[in-house]
Structure formats: C-alpha cells, structure tokens
C-alpha cells in the first residue's frame, strides 16, 4: 500500500521528504475556492473549513487510488473573524499584509487520511503568529523581493525565507505554519507500523 500526498504543494512534500517518508504525488482536482466560500457563507468555524478541505482533497484521490493510504492536506489564514484566501495578484497580496499587519491571526492545518475510500485519521492544528506593524515601503520592498512565492501560501509569506521578517511571535508548531501537522502524522505512521518506533 503506497502513501499518495493529494497535494501539488512542494513544501508539503519537502516536509515529508525530508522527515524521510516514502510516498507519491497525486494532486487532488477540486475547486477548494469554491467550497470554502460555501462554507464561509454557512457560518463554518475555520477549523470545520480546514477539515472540510483536508477530506475532500483525500477523498478525490482515493477515489482513484482506492488501495493506497491517501494523505489530504490544507491550511486557513484567519484573523479577527475574516478567513482569508491566497493572493491572486500582487495588489492583493499587499492587502492580505496590511490586514495583518500589527496584529495576531491563526493558522489551522488540517490533515486526513483516507484507506479503501474512507477517512481513517484526522487532525487539526492552530499557530497563532503575530505580525509586526508594517510599513508600506516595507510591504512593497518585501513584494520585491518574493516575486510569484507572495501566491504561493495564504499569508503571502514564507516564515522559512524572508516571511520571518514579518512576525514579532509565533505560538505553537513550525510543521504547522508550514501546512502539514507532520508530528502528529508521522505518530501515526508509527502507530500502522510504516515507520520505525
């Protein structure tokens, strides 16, 4: 049985690669844009949103994997009750880092996995990381800088690279912030038996 990452993510497959998890790559194709409005417009509490995500990105690849262990994956962006999206231009991303900027918001990074077309194990974590009060020359310096990467994540920022720049605090784990809960996850490998104890 293989471990299918649902997931056109690099950085979800660096963490993965680099914790020294074996596994394939087969993006799920679903209109996440879509769902998570339609959940937003039902009153979904972000962490519902995550979850929701996560499942159905699993739930398509197993679909047509059904014998692998599928990993879904995704990763919401709130603060002060708004959910945000990714940056779809460079204007946008520069209104996504003066909303955030000066204040705390909540990452929450949900996985699950799917086995012969049902979810078996789910999980849902929160980083709160606070951004210091940016300037707009600062913004515009920084978009410089990172070119296309501001659309790569839902914060414009990379906390890995010169997304650190941004934050005064970051609460809880760095996995995380990154888009997978990798410690919780590979405790469960661990647990099924695919890696060592």
Not at 51 to 67: G, I, S, Y
Not at 120 to 131: A, F, I, N, P
Not at 158 to 163: F, K
Request: contains cysteine; proline residues 4%.
């Amino acid at each position: 049985m293989a471990l299918v990452l649902a997931s056109g993510s690099q950085t979800r497959a660096d963490m993965l690669k680099n914790a020294g998890v074996a596994f394939d790559v087969d993006p799920a194709r679903v209109d996440e844009d879509a769902v998570k409005s339609a959940l937003i417009a039902d009153g979904a509490p972000p962490r519902d949103i995550a979850d929701a995500l996560a499942d159905l990105k699993a739930m398509n690849v197993a679909m047509r994997r059904p014998n692998d262990m599928v990993l879904g994956a995704d990763q919401i962006l709130v603060c002060e009750g708004t959910v945000f999206s990714k940056a779809t231009t460079r204007d946008d991303a520069a209104e996504t880092l003066k909303a955030l900027s000066g204040k705390t918001h909540q990452l929450l990074s949900a996985a699950v996995i799917y086995e012969e077309g049902q979810p078996v194990w789910r999980y849902v974590d929160t980083v709160k990381l606070t951004v210091r009060p940016l300037s707009d020359d600062f913004i515009e310096t920084y978009l410089d800088s990172i070119g296309d990467a501001a659309f790569w994540s839902v914060g414009a920022y990379q906390i890995e690279g010169l997304g650190a720049q941004l934050f005064t605090r970051v609460e809880g784990d760095h996995f995380t912030v990154l888009g997978l809960p990798l410690l919780a996850f590979l405790d469960f490998l661990r647990l099924r038996g695919m890696m060592p104890l």
